[in-house]
């Protein structure tokens, strides 16, 4: 019994990692059709954010509130600024963002050792953190609880901006149909840089949120990029419904075939059903209904 | 017409290789030539081009000075200029001052074999420093073969390989794992877990201890691998709970430790009730992991920066005087250190600079190293060493808690022990 309660969680709470790296990759890549591979640089601004701020502010839970704020920020900044300087100019060519923001990726992964060292360096969790929680029987660390909690935060605020705000409507509006929306008076050039705004700065979010289980190093980012595509493809794309269920699902069966085999037998399983499940469905859970011709 | 400035560009972006592979190869002329014994080229063992006429001698370090490697490796470089310079201001080799010829094996095994075969045969190099992962030295082994040429490797490993072109100077299994194995039989544990990443080193060391376990009565919980770089460690963590083993054996490399210890921390084990023994966790990744999140836990090794000898004081204090106060010293910058002495000292016995007269003399040399005295196997090149089990401290250092009560011969193939009879 407890092992069936602790590996839920523990599919949980995989899922809620998840799906904090794959929110911003759902507005940029699934709306936009932007392939950011540099996504998961601006995880590890998130995660060396928090570095940072915990040096200036002291350690402790102050010093994460701030971390989450500063790290949607810095990320949001550092998204702008890419789709300022680069994919503004190759909307069109999704295969070419791929190359360009590859090639961001390796440079701002050079800049993070230069700056701050190869070895991984050590993020302070707040104290009323540590430690775990019993449930059932079985014990879930406190971190990943956070963890959770934030991913359903994040969530929220991200589905109620884009329903109910007027930027949210601008952004779903281009994402239907960008001419159209062009020719109704929304500029979509603002939209765009607002929607990179607000999917990098999750990435920076999730960046914060990582150091509370992992190392803090150049790579963090690369560890998630491939799993949060997966997230954004299985969910489909666009589809926040959809990067939700696909996140909780594959964190659940991963969580479970893993403690039945190995982590290298899960990695191999889990990836052998998702290409099972594209076949069957190639736009993902759910498919968005544009209104755009192609 | 977009044919025109693309052909041009086609045709300069050919032109600069083959330039620069004629350049290459002009310097490679020079480089044999210079060695005037150096016979044409080819596979079979080429007559040694070491140039012994001079004041000085040349020597190779080759280390991963780029890549996802360097931050250990470069450690080692720095180490081995600190005995370099040391060897030289006090009078050098045979009277004849060291120069070294540093080499980038960036990361990458293919690029050691070429770096070695280059230092080898256009820098006629007498000995080459270097190498720290297995696949690095495996691709590096028939390159010394091949020109009969010496390689001295620092870092411990799976043990199971010897070769009269290699020196050996860290730790074989018999002189870190084993040791380990029998600390914790000591202290009553009776079943074991075992983690690693899922790549050589793990998978071989976790053969032995397998083997270790059966013919003493320990019992194996269980056993798992994690991809290399891999960070989500809670379902391992929920399956080591409930085995309720004794102790953890950890053969996790690289960032996986801190994703490892953090988990185990927080879903509340420690090191009172499940310690967990790791080997190739140093004084500089326990920054990385927190030293709150490891605390208490154990480590095997055969040096650590706090041995208490006057060696390892003078050698803690020269590199922190040299590379700075917060740069700690670690087993293998203590092995490669201790390489550069061990093959002053053999070409001092041997009066020569020779591969063949050094393997003669090698036998029975030793050095006074940090760790204590190390001595020359001549059978197997590997050298003796005390072995350590460590507790790590909440001040970032690791602490001698049992030690051998004498340097440990080299075994590679632990032909000494009859449960290791079907590992070979």
């Known amino acids: 019994m407890d092992v069936v309660v602790g590996q839920l969680f523990t599919g949980l709470s995989i899922g809620s990692i998840l ?116 449930i059932l029987g079985a014990v879930v660390p406190k971190t990943r609880i956070f963890i959770l909690v934030l991913a359903i935060i994040c969530v929220v605020a991200l589905s109620f901006a884009l329903k109910t705000t007027p930027m949210g409507r601008r952004i779903r509006a281009v994402v239907q149909n960008r001419d159209l929306a062009e020719t109704s008076g929304i500029s979509s050039r603002k939209t765009d840089i607002s929607t990179f705004f607000i999917g990098s700065g999750l990435a920076g979010v999730a960046g914060v949120a990582l150091t509370l289980i992992g190392s803090t190093s150049s790579t963090v980012g690369q560890s998630y990029l491939i799993d949060a595509f997966l997230v954004v493809v299985v969910g489909g794309l666009g589809q926040i419904k959809g990067a939700v269920i696909a996140a909780f699902a594959l964190g659940t069966i991963n969580s479970f075939i893993e403690y039945s085999t190995t982590a290298s037998i899960a990695k191999v399983i889990v990836f052998v059903l998702i290409v099972i499940f594209l076949q069957a469905r190639p736009q993902g859970l759910f498919a968005v209904k544009t209104r755009s011709l192609v | 017409m977009p044919a025109l400035p693309s052909s041009k560009f086609a045709t300069r972006a050919l032109v600069a290789p083959a330039a620069l592979a004629m350049v290459g190869l002009a310097l490679t002329a020079c480089g044999s030539k210079a060695s005037d014994t150096a016979s044409g080229d080819g596979g079979t063992a080429a007559e040694s081009c070491v140039d012994t006429s001079g004041d000085t001698i040349k020597v190779g370090s080759l280390n991963s000075l780029s890549g996802t490697m360097a931050i250990s490796e470069v450690t080692v470089r720095d180490s081995i200029a600190l005995a370099v310079e040391e060897i030289n201001a006090a009078g050098g080799v045979n009277g004849k001052q060291i120069e070294v010829v540093a080499e980038d094996g960036a990361s990458e095994p293919t690029i050691f074999a070429e770096k070695a075969e280059k230092l080898i045969s256009s820098d006629c190099v007498a000995a080459v420093f270097g190498g720290w992962t297995s696949s690095s030295r495996k691709a590096m082994l028939p390159v010394f073969e091949d020109n009969d040429a010496l390689l001295y490797y620092p870092v411990q490993y799976e043990g199971l390989e010897a070769s009269d072109n290699i020196f050996y100077t860290g730790a074989t299994t018999n002189q870190q794992i084993i040791p380990a194995l029998d600390y914790l039989k000591e202290q009553g544990v009776t079943s074991l877990y075992l983690v690693g990443s899922d790549y050589v080193f793990p998978q071989t060391a976790n053969r032995e201890i397998k083997a270790y376990a059966e013919a003493n009565g320990i019992e194996i919980k269980g056993e798992d691998y994690t991809p290399l770089g891999s960070t989500d460690f809670s379902t391992i963590v929920n399956k080591v709970r409930s085995a309720d083993a004794d102790a953890v054996f950890n053969t996790l490399n690289g960032d996986s430790n801190v994703a490892f210890f953090r988990e185990y921390t927080n879903a509340g084990l420690n090191a009172a009730d499940m310690p967990v023994i790791s080997v190739s966790i140093a004084e500089e990744e326990v920054a990385g992991i927190g030293a709150q999140n490891i605390a208490g836990q154990l480590t095997a090794w055969n040096y650590y920066q706090t041995v208490d000898t006057p060696e390892n004081n003078k050698f803690v204090a020269d590199y922190k005087a040299k590379y700075g106060a917060d740069k700690p010293t670690s087993d293998p910058m203590e092995a490669a250190y201790t390489s550069v002495y061990l093959w002053k000292n053999t070409v001092e016995k041997a009066d020569s600079f020779a591969v063949s007269d050094i393997q003669a003399a090698a036998d029975g040399v030793s050095f006074a190293a940090p760790e204590g005295e190390v001595v020359i196997n001549g059978d197997n090149h590997h050298i003796s060493k005390t072995a350590r089990i460590g507790e790590i401290r909440p001040d970032g250092l690791i602490y001698t808690i049992w030690e051998s009560p004498a340097p440990i011969e080299p075994d590679p193939f632990l032909e000494t022990y009859d449960w290791a009879a079907d590992l070979n």
């Open chain 1, 19 to 134: 799906l904090l790296a794959a929110l911003g990759l759902s507005l940029t890549f699934g709306q936009m059709g932007v392939i950011n591979m540099a996504h998961g640089e601006f995880i590890m601004a998130g995660s060396y954010t928090a570095y940072v701020v915990q040096q200036v502010v002291s350690t402790g839970g102050a010093s994460l509130f701030i971390s989450l704020i500063v790290g949607f920020l810095v990320g949001g900044a550092m998204g702008v600024l890419l789709e300022v300087t680069l994919i503004q100019r190759m909307y069109h060519r999704p295969l070419d963002t791929l190359l360009v923001t590859f090639g961001v990726g390796l440079v701002l992964q050079q800049l993070a050792r230069d700056i701050f060292g190869a070895p991984a360096v050590n993020v302070v969790s707040p104290g009323w953190l540590s430690g775990g929680v019993e």
